[in-house]
């Protein structure tokens, strides 16, 4: 059995954020592969197939995302100065995939074109960063000059806040609801 609509409706929201990483010629790599799983009858998981294609192979997880900039290192250097990522000398960020508080699974979703979601921004993708302290996250952004799109408590998946980098791609930030 798998996880059902009301979960990948809970999902999309994580999707969105995480399948659309850092804007410039980026490799995010997750650090350890996890499995899309499937939950099984009994309440274990294993690797999501399509049905009938059991020796096919398939997708493990998020290995990187690489993304256009007209200017990668000034882009890099907002990523490192704004949002606290460590930029390699090659330009990019290693995101550990076990680092304390990160959900236990990235999700991908697709959305309509003419989705409203990812606006203000014109770009194709949304990028969602999971974060231990939204409230403290937001308050550092603030004083960093970056205006704050919205927020949702709401979500029954935890708390979102939405920013946009330099070349316009709308960034939502999440922190996950405690179990």
Not at 56 to 65: E, F, K, L, R
Not at 95 to 114: C, I, K, M, R, T
Not at 155 to 175: C, M, N, R, V, Y
Request: no cysteine; charged share 20%.
């Amino acid at each position: 059995m798998g996880i059902g609509i009301s979960g990948a409706l809970q999902n999309m929201r994580m999707a969105a954020a995480i399948s659309s990483g850092m804007a410039l010629s980026v490799l995010l790599i997750l650090g350890a592969v996890v499995p899309a799983a499937a939950e099984q009858g009994d309440g274990s998981a294993k690797p999501s197939i399509a049905a009938g294609e059991g020796n096919m192979a398939h997708i493990t997880g998020i290995g990187g995302i690489f993304v256009k900039s007209k200017d990668p290192k000034a882009l890099g250097a907002w990523y490192r100065d704004v949002l606290g990522l460590k930029i390699e000398d090659w330009g990019g960020a290693m995101l550990a995939y076990d680092a304390p508080g990160h959900p236990p699974q990235a999700v991908w979703s697709p959305f309509a074109v003419n989705t409203k979601y990812f606006a203000p921004s014109t770009r194709e993708f949304m990028i969602n960063f999971a974060v231990d302290d939204l409230d403290g996250f937001i308050a550092m952004l603030k004083s960093k000059g970056v205006a704050i799109l919205g927020r949702d408590d709401s979500d029954p998946s935890g708390s979102f806040a939405w920013i946009a980098d330099p070349d316009g791609t709308k960034i939502e930030l999440w922190q996950p609801k405690k179990p």
